[in-house]
């Protein structure tokens, strides 16, 4: 594979975890909002269930930073 093809592969894979987590995040807003109105304390499962959610956001916000290095280190190695 050339390098220009692993960085674009590379970039691709960063913008899908991206959008997967943005969306994840706009998914969550009107739970959050509703629980801003309420001003009551969110029971245990809704909380277990907004854990469970916010986890599987960080673990794509982790991978998409995973990308950026991964594409920084390959551009930085060609220097």
Known sequence: MKVSEYLFSEYKDLTTKYVAASQRLRELLPRFTALNQSGE?????????LIQE??????????????VRCIKHTLVSLL
Do not use: Q, R
């Open 41 to 49: 304390v969110p029971s245990s499962t809704s909380s277990k269930n």
């Open 54 to 67: 916010l986890d599987k956001i960080e673990d794509d916000l982790e991978d998409a930073a995973y990308k």
